[in-house]
C-alpha cells in the first residue's frame, strides 16, 4: 500500500472548503504563530486529518508533494521553522495557511469534490473581494467570516477576548491587582506575540500603594548609622514584626501592615516558591536601637555599601578579634544573597555552570594569576551583589581599597536568578 494515500475514506465527503474548514478546527490543529495568524502544521494536518499514513522519514515528501500539486506559494499559503531535535541535525517544520489546509484536505478527501473545490475557491474569492470594497457593512454572522489574513480590527478584536481570558485565568490562579495583570501580559507576549501593555503604551503599572518597598540591606543603608542587614533582620525580630521559619524570616501579624511578601516566579531547588519580604520605609520608626542583651554590630559608611573590615592585631584593636565558628566552605548563609556555591545548590548546577553563566554575562570577572586570584564583580555586576569578606563577615563596596587583598568574595541577591531560566 502506498503510505502516501489517506488510509480513512469519510463516508460524508467533503466537498467544499467550508466543509473543510469545520473537519479541522474540529481536530483542534489551528494554531496562532507568534504574530496572531491561524496556522495548521503539516504533519499534523496529513496525518490526523487527511489519514495520510506516513514514516517520519517520508513527511517531508509528503508535504512537499502537497506544496507541488496545488502550486502553494511561500509566505503566501506556507511557511517553514527549524526545529531542534534532540541529539541530531534541526528539522524543517512546514505550516500551512488555513486556506491552503483546506485545499490539502479537500483534496485528499474525495475526487469527487475537485469541480466543487474550484467553485467553492471562486466563491470565497468573490466574497472576500466584497468585503474589501463593503467593509463598512457588518457581516450577519461574524463568526463564519473567518480568513487566514485577518484586517487589523479583526486581529484587535481575537486579541482583546483572548487579553480577557488570559486575565481571568491568572485571577483563577490567585493573582490580583497589578500582579493579575502583569501576570496575563507575560502569558500573552511569551504565547502569542501579543502584549496589551505595550499595544496601549503602558510599559509598567501604577501601584494601587504608593510606597517603595526595600529590603533589609537597603534599609540598613537608610539607618544612622547605616546597619548591616543581617543586623536589620534582628532588629526587625527584637521589635516582633518577623520571625524565623525553617531558616526564612516570616512576618508576624504585627508585621504585615508594614511589608509586602513578594513572589519572585523562581523556586528552590525541592520546588518550593521563592517568596521575598520587603518592608516600607516607615518600618525604621518602629525599630528598637538594639536588640534586647546585644550591642549594635559595626556599622557601615554611609558612601560605602559596607565599609572595609578592622584589620586584626592593628593599632586601633585593643584585642585580638575572635574568629568565629567556621561556616561551610563557600556558604555564608546570608539573608540576602548566594554566594557562587549556594547560587548553585539553590538552582541545581554546579559551581562551575554559574562560574560560565555570570562570565558570560559579565557579571564576574578573575583576576590574578593562574589559581593565585579571585573572582570579582564586573562594573555591571554591583547593581546585582556585594563583595562580602567572610572572615570578618562583611561587605566591600566597589571603591574598597582591600577588594584583592582580602577574602572578599562576590555575593548576589534575587535579581541574578533572572539569567539561570
Same mark, same amino acid.
Given at each position: ?13 467533503? +466537498? ?39 514514516? %517520519? ?7 512537499? @508533494? ?12 506556507? +511557511? ?8 541530531? =541535525? ?11 489546509? &483546506? ?29 474589501? &470594497?463593503?467593509?463598512?457593512?457588518? #457581516?450577519? &454572522?461574524?463568526?463564519?467570516?473567518? @480568513? ?13 477576548? +483572548? ?14 491587582? &497589578? ?18 501593555? !505595550?499595544?496601549?503604551? $503602558? =510599559? ?19 539607618? %544612622?548609622?547605616?546597619?548591616? #542587614?543581617? $543586623? ?24 504585615? #501592615? ?10 528552590? /531547588? ?26 549594635? !554590630?559595626?556599622?557601615?559608611? $554611609? ?35 548566594? %554566594? ?11 559551581? $562551575? ?37 567572610? +572572615?570578618?563577615?562583611?561587605? /566591600? ?23 539561570? /531560566?
Amino acid at each position: 500500500m502506498d503510505s502516501t494515500v489517506p488510509t480513512n475514506h469519510n463516508t460524508d465527503l467533503i +466537498t467544499s472548503l467550508d466543509q473543510a474548514e469545520l473537519k479541522i478546527r474540529r481536530a483542534g490543529i489551528i494554531r496562532l504563530n507568534p504574530e496572531g495568524y491561524e496556522q495548521v502544521e503539516g504533519e499534523e494536518l496529513l496525518q490526523k486529518v487527511c489519514g495520510f499514513n506516513l514514516e %517520519s522519514k517520508t513527511v517531508a515528501q509528503a508535504i512537499k @508533494r502537497q506544496i507541488t500539486k496545488h502550486e502553494f506559494a511561500e509566505g503566501k499559503d506556507f +511557511t517553514t521553522s527549524m526545529l531542534q531535535s534532540s541529539g541530531g =541535525r534541526p528539522r524543517r517544520v512546514y505550516h500551512f495557511s488555513v486556506n491552503a489546509a &483546506n485545499h490539502v484536505l479537500l483534496s485528499a478527501m474525495t475526487q469527487e469534490g475537485k469541480q466543487a473545490r474550484q467553485e467553492a475557491i471562486d466563491d470565497k474569492r468573490e466574497k472576500q473581494l466584497t468585503d474589501d &470594497n463593503q467593509s463598512h457593512h457588518a #457581516p450577519e &454572522n461574524p463568526a463564519l467570516e473567518k @480568513r487566514d489574513v485577518y484586517t487589523a480590527q479583526t486581529l484587535l478584536e481575537i486579541n482583546m477576548t +483572548t487579553s480577557v481570558k488570559a486575565i481571568a485565568f491568572a485571577e483563577a490562579l490567585g493573582f490580583t491587582g &497589578n500582579q493579575k495583570l502583569l501576570s496575563a501580559d507575560r502569558l500573552l507576549k511569551s504565547q502569542i506575540g501579543f502584549s496589551p501593555l !505595550e499595544a496601549m503604551g $503602558q =510599559r509598567q503599572l501604577i501601584a494601587p500603594v504608593q510606597k517603595m518597598t526595600f529590603t533589609p540591606t537597603q534599609l540598613g543603608q537608610m539607618m %544612622s548609622p547605616p546597619q548591616d #542587614p543581617r $543586623q536589620v533582620n534582628r532588629l526587625l525580630e527584637a521589635a516582633r514584626l518577623q520571625v524565623k521559619v525553617d531558616n526564612q524570616w516570616v512576618p508576624t501579624d504585627l508585621g504585615q #501592615p508594614f511589608c509586602e511578601i513578594l513572589d519572585t516566579g523562581k523556586a528552590h /531547588h525541592s520546588g518550593t516558591p521563592v517568596k521575598q519580604v520587603k518592608w516600607y520605609q516607615t518600618v525604621l520608626d518602629r525599630l528598637p536601637p538594639k536588640p534586647p542583651g546585644e550591642s549594635i !554590630e559595626t556599622s557601615i559608611d $554611609q558612601n560605602d555599601r559596607k565599609a572595609d573590615p578592622v584589620v586584626c592585631g592593628s593599632d586601633i584593636d585593643s584585642d585580638p578579634v575572635q574568629r568565629k565558628q567556621k561556616r561551610k566552605r563557600n556558604r555564608y548563609e546570608l539573608d540576602d544573597y548566594f %554566594s557562587l556555591v549556594e547560587l548553585g545548590e539553590f538552582i541545581g548546577r554546579s559551581r $562551575q555552570h554559574v562560574v560560565e553563566v555570570l562570565e558570560k554575562n559579565r557579571i564576574i570577572k578573575w583576576t590574578g594569576q593562574g589559581k593565585k586570584g579571585k573572582y570579582l564583580l564586573t562594573e555591571n555586576g554591583w547593581q546585582y551583589g556585594l563583595m562580602y569578606d567572610p +572572615t570578618e563577615t562583611l561587605f /566591600h563596596n566597589r571603591n574598597s581599597k582591600r577588594l584583592t587583598t582580602s577574602n572578599a568574595q562576590p555575593v548576589l541577591g534575587y535579581d541574578i536568578l533572572k539569567f539561570f /531560566h
